[in-house]
């Protein structure tokens, strides 16, 4: 399991975090929720070295052509042009030519107050916090990438550790809900989460990355 890593100023897309659900039929519960970026952002940057990091301490020398045969059912992070709308396979709102990671775990996230980033005590402000963060918001979140140990499960998936309201942006699929009468909502800047030195380009190298990495 790689190191929890933050990211900053990041899109958020189907959000459960009020309750969990599943992602297929008969599948486990989970919560979850999906982190759009843009390709050249901090937050991909990251997301790059700390998956390359943990494929290259599973497979060593084959790590990149490990990523690459990965199936998109056996990676939580890619090209956000794969994320399609089955009826149409249109691509989904927000994801045209962005980089997107799918976060999920089975107990409750840690939900961040965006004035004072303090973590939701009890269940009234968690939901509280919760109804705030809706698709389309930008946010920060804290996750973290790891490998199954079961080998019949191998892929590289993500879990999630945390989710900070920063500013509003344009729904999806709906206006964003009004949370002008919560105590939070008074025009003052995020506190935002404490952020890392990410790696530039010179801490990857030449890793040649598979396509829906680059």
Known sequence: MSEAIFLNNVRLSFPS???????????PL?????????????AWKQVQQHVFALAQAKWGDQAQQAIQMLERNKRSFGDGNERRKGGTMQVFDGYQDMKYVTATTADKPQLYHPETGEVSTNDMQYMQLAQQLYGGCYCNAAIQFYIPKDPSKMGIFCGLIGVQFLRDGDSFGGS????????????AKPAGMPTPNAPGPEAMGSTP????MK
């Open 17 to 27: 975090l009020k309750a969990p659900t599943a992602s297929y039929q008969n599948g």
């Open 30 to 42: 989970k919560y979850r929720c999906d982190f759009i970026m843009t390709p050249d952002s901090e």
């Open 176 to 187: 964003a809900p009004d949370v002008s009468g919560l105590p939070w909502a008074k025009g």
């Open 209 to 212: 990355f598979p396509d829906f």
